[in-house]
């Protein structure tokens, strides 16, 4: 499989469990290019299990997890997982320059595609802002960012990474309504490119979803 010509992800028939515990029961879903997949449900119901096997942390019981029509089984994980973004509620910041938090993700990027990736999250303004700009130390803020400019630096490293499938597991739950708003304008800019599955619990960010999956109990509901 072509993995630089993701078109299309599908889910048939899932069944998983932990052990005993029977998690998800016959999942279906269709996401193609271009569009963006919601994922609600309460917590406990399985919504970060299904990204991991989207991951191939698992392997579902029975059902399949197919890319462009291949089966999950038959890609070669490491470059599954290099086709993949994962950005989750926590984004770690190491204790170097915001330009290095962002170029770690794809080493030898330009200071170009640096800048657009931070500018396509949002986040190049705030940068901007600093004193020394994107070679502002993070001890030089204090270790003072706020969670929504953390997750934003987060997503300007997927952008920067420039991985087709971008999965987001509860990315704005710890953001304020205007941080909320620009990490989702963030993934409208580029989802004309991408295969984007967004987790949450929160019906103001189901709202730019082209489609949702509600999961209850194990099931599509
Ligand atoms: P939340 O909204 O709280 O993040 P979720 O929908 O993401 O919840 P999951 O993390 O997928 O839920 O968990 C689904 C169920 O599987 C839960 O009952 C959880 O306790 C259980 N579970 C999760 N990970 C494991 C594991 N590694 N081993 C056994 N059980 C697990
Ligand atoms: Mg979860």
């Not at 204090?142 to 499938?165: T, V, Y």
């Amino acid at each position: 499989v072509n993995l630089a010509k993701i078109e299309q992800i599908n889910v048939t028939g899932l069944h998983f469990a932990y052990a005993d515990e029977q998690i998800l029961s016959n999942i279906n879903l269709s996401l193609n290019k271009g569009q963006i997949l919601g994922i609600h449900g309460r917590s406990g119901s399985g919504k970060s299990t299904l990204l991991k096997l989207l991951m191939r942390f698992y392997d579902p019981q029975s059902g399949h997890i197919q890319i462009n029509g291949i089966d999950l089984t038959q890609i070669n994980t490491q470059s599954l997982r290099e086709n993949m973004a994962y950005i989750t509620q926590q984004t770690y910041i190491f204790n170097e320059s915001i330009y290095e938090n962002i170029i770690m993700a794809k080493r030898h990027a330009s200071q170009q595609q640096v800048i657009e990736a931070a500018k396509k999250a949002s986040i190049h303004d705030f940068i901007m802002s600093l004193p020394e700009g994107y070679e502002t130390k993070i001890t030089e803020l204090g270790n003072s960012l706020s969670d929504g400019e953390k997750q934003r630096i987060g997503i300007a490293r997927a952008f920067l990474h420039n991985a087709p499938i971008i999965l987001l597991d509860e990315p704005t739950s710890n953001l304020d309504s205007l941080n909320e708003a620009m990490v989702l304008q963030a993934l409208l800019k580029v989802k004309q490119e991408k295969l984007i599955i967004l987790v949450s619990h929160r019906t103001s960010t189901m709202q730019i979803c082209d489609q949702v999956i509600h999961i209850e109990n194990g099931r599509v509901s």
